[in-house]
């Protein structure tokens, strides 16, 4: 239904923040360098357990700017009119923010970092495992090194694999996570890399967009759209819910 596959975009658009970022936990921080700018068409696949053909599928782009801004552009068919349009997060450290981008509702839902978060994130990496006798990959041409980390949640954890390429300030061009708790198996793998300064149009926030919560981005889209059909999912009104914390208490 549509209504459902939207807010389901729209749960997984705002879940990079809380689960599906795996770049943002660096635990060896190195002396920092100049960032690589570069571009890096990803796919993302979702498999089930004991499954072996992906539940979702998922092409973005993802690009970085020599100053450490990045941006996340996903086609996405999320407009009511079944037409396609790029919902877009763009990570910007020296304003302390991390903004998501709906066109469906022309919403801008911004989550705040600490001086702190930013600043830890905003170094670059050159070093990209602590283990001296980490693997070495090649991928695309690059050579990573895989990390291996379990990230602490309620549950089991998440299982971490980074296959992560030291050209690209440590960039994981491969990644795989284990969610045991759903049973659920996270893969995303770089398709092409392009270095060099992205389009700067990628970075621009559309004039006239409103800021608005997770919660309140929904309600607009029901407002907009009142025909469309379908209830969401309890696990999605969860994690609109969940959002709505992280958006209340960001930046603290």
């Not at 020296?94 to 903004?99: P, S």
């Not at 830890?120 to 041409?141: F, Y």
Request: proline share 8%; hydrophobic share 40%.
């Amino acid at each position: 239904m549509k209504r459902r596959a939207w807010i389901l975009a729209l749960a997984s658009a705002g879940a990079v923040l809380i689960l599906s970022s795996f770049c943002f936990v660096r635990h060896v921080v190195a002396p920092p360098r100049a960032w690589v700018p570069f571009q890096v068409v990803m796919v993302e696949r979702q498999y089930r357990a004991g499954t072996r053909a992906p539940v979702r599928s998922l092409d973005y782009l993802f690009a970085r700017r020599g100053d450490g801004a990045s941006v996340r552009s996903v086609r996405m068919q999320i407009m009511a009119n079944g037409g396609w349009a790029d919902q877009r997060i763009i990570e910007d450290f020296a304003g302390y923010r991390r903004t998501s981008i709906d066109p469906a509702t022309e919403s801008l839902t911004t989550y705040h970092y600490s001086s702190r978060l930013a600043a830890r994130l905003s170094t670059p990496n050159s070093k990209c495992s602590d283990d001296p006798r980490a693997a070495h990959v090649q991928i695309l041409g690059y050579d990573t090194v895989l990390a291996t980390q379990t990230l602490p949640t309620p549950g089991a954890g998440i299982e971490v694999k980074e296959w992560r390429a030291p050209q690209l300030n440590c960039f994981a061009l491969r990644e795989e996570a284990a969610i045991p708790d759903n049973e659920l198996t996270i893969t995303r793998e770089a398709l092409l890399v392009s270095q060099g300064p992205p389009p700067a149009s990628l970075f621009e926030i559309p004039p006239g967009y409103v800021e608005r919560s997770p919660s309140e981005v929904t309600a607009e889209r029901a407002r907009r759209f009142p025909d469309e059909t379908g209830a969401s999912a309890p696990c999605c009104d969860a994690s609109i819910s969940r959002l709505d914390e992280v958006y209340r208490n960001s930046g603290k």
